[in-house]
Structures are given as structure tokens and as C-alpha cells.
């Protein structure tokens, strides 16, 4: 890797670690509407300086199998207690399938089973989580294009919104009435068909487990973890994102986190 693509990359990462300690000391201020709206026209401006730098089909670095992490700490949610997906553990996901919806050709159902028969990629890949920590794992799954590629994206559809398990409280910040919610999670179309935009089933060569994810999980290697969805139960393919939740694209987006996480 060249040393000025180390520097952007070490630039993105600072750039995306200021806004969330400014998010978690200013809750209370980033909730008045003047400076949500200087919020969201530097998320606008960071979207498109990101994608200059870089670009619509540059690829994450990969390593090699000596490089993956002894132990691969797990983000986020790590153990759901919705009955729903209680249940799907209970009978090791034999029940469980991915809903495709929204504005595509074709509404598809797949088991975890017609998933695994499904043109597969693996990547050894670096997550970044906006905490500051890292870890090397080896993710086999289905890349996100061949799924929307079945289902057949309609013209109308601009983003992919990821519909999870996990149930959350959202604690009525940012103008979102308290309630508890899904997690969810959404991106456009450009990192949705991008080479290693993948739904994984795997990590390091054994099923997800449930801190991990299970039984499908998002990897966006160009991102930070915040935007890798866990514990997937439908894909849905929507024109703007304004009517999901608190309108800002993702449960963390919607307290503050920038939308697209570019690193």
C-alpha cells in the first residue's frame, strides 16, 4: 500500500472518530435542529470527498491466513434475546430466511441452505470499529450483487436497507420517539455491488456464531463496523431513506453517526 492511500485512509479514520466523540458529548446540542442540519451538510460534503478519494471499485486490502487475529473481538449486539430469533438458534436456523423486497423485479426467499449454493467469495479482511480497535478475519459468504442480481433491482430503488433481529431501545434521542426498534442499517448501490460486498455465512472457516452475527451478517470492507449489519432477516431495496426510523439511514446514523463510514 502506497504511503499517501496509508495517509487518506489514517485521515478518514480520524476524521470518522472525531465526529462520534462529538456525537457522544453533544447529545444534547446535536439534537437541536439548526445543528442537525449543519450535521447532515458535513455528512453530504464527507460522502462525496470519501468517494473522490476512494473511488467506486478500489478494493479493501486482504491478507493472508497468518494474518488473521488469534481472537476476533465482536461488535455491536452480541446476544439477542427476541424471542423470534431465539427460536431460529433453538433449531440451528432451519427456519430462518432472507426476505428480498422493496423495489426489485422479484421478492426472494432463501434458506441459509439455497444461500450456501449460491456463488460464494472469501476475503481475509481488516474490521475497523469506530472505538479504535481492529481485527483480521476470514469471511466466506454470498456477494451482496449476486442476491440483488437474482432478485432484479427496479430503476426506482437508490439504497439496500438491512432489516435485522436484534431488538434495541432507541432512547429518543435526536427527535425519534422512544421506542424499541429492529436494528437496521442501509447503503447505496455502489458499495452494494462492490466485489467484497458480501453476506457472510462464515468466519474463519466455521459458521457465524451468535456474537458474530448468525446466521448472516454485512461485510462492507470499505467501511467501519458500525455499518456491518448483524443478524439479518430481510433485505429491503427503497428509494429514500427519510421514512425509516429517524430518517438517517441506520440505528447509530439516527443518533449521530455519519452514514457512510468510508475508510
Known amino acids: 500500500m502506497s504511503g499517501d492511500r496509508l495517509h ?3 485521515l478518514l479514520k480520524a476524521l470518522a472518530a472525531v465526529g462520534g466523540l462529538a456525537v457522544a458529548g453533544c447529545d444534547r446540542v446535536a439534537s437541536e435542529p439548526r445543528f442537525r442540519s449543519v450535521l447532515d451538510a458535513a455528512n453530504s460534503l464527507t460522502y462525496k470527498v470519501q468517494r473522490l ?8 486490502p486482504e491478507y493472508s491466513e ?3 487475529s488469534p481472537a476476533f473481538r465482536a461488535n ?10 431465539l427460536n431460529l438458534v433453538g433449531n440451528h436456523f432451519a427456519d430462518w430466511r432472507l426476505k428480498v423486497h422493496g423495489f426489485v423485479e422479484h421478492e426472494l426467499s432463501l434458506s441459509l441452505e439455497e444461500l450456501h449454493a449460491l456463488p460464494a467469495r472469501t476475503q481475509i479482511t481488516r474490521h475497523d470499529c469506530v472505538e479504535g480497535w481492529s481485527c483480521i478475519g476470514k469471511w466466506t459468504g454470498v456477494p451482496l450483487g449476486e442476491i440483488l442480481s437474482r432478485a432484479g433491482v427496479t430503476p426506482e430503488a437508490r439504497f439496500v436497507v438491512f432489516h435485522c433481529a436484534d431488538t434495541l431501545d432507541d432512547g429518543g ?4 420517539d422512544r421506542e424499541s426498534i429492529r436494528y437496521y442499517e442501509s ?3 455502489i458499495d452494494a455491488v462492490h ?8 468466519m474463519n472457516g466455521k459458521p457465524l456464531t451468535v456474537p458474530h452475527g448468525a446466521p448472516l451478517r454485512l461485510r462492507l470492507e470499505r467501511q467501519l463496523g458500525y455499518k456491518m449489519a448483524k443478524y439479518i432477516m430481510r433485505i429491503e431495496l427503497v428509494q429514500s431513506l427519510a421514512n425509516l426510523h429517524g430518517g438517517r439511514g441506520g440505528y447509530w446514523e439516527d443518533r449521530g453517526y455519519e452514514w457512510y463510514a468510508g475508510i
Open 53 to 60: 478519494l476512494i473511488g467506486a471499485d478500489r478494493l479493501a
Open 66 to 68: 497468518a494474518d488473521i
Open 8 to 10: 487518506r485512509r489514517g
Open 187 to 189: 447503503i447505496d448501490l
Open 76 to 85: 455491536g449486539s452480541t446476544d439477542p434475546q427476541d424471542e423470534q430469533y
Open 195 to 202: 466485489p467484497q460486498t458480501i453476506l457472510a455465512y462464515d
Open 173 to 176: 434521542e435526536f427527535g425519534v
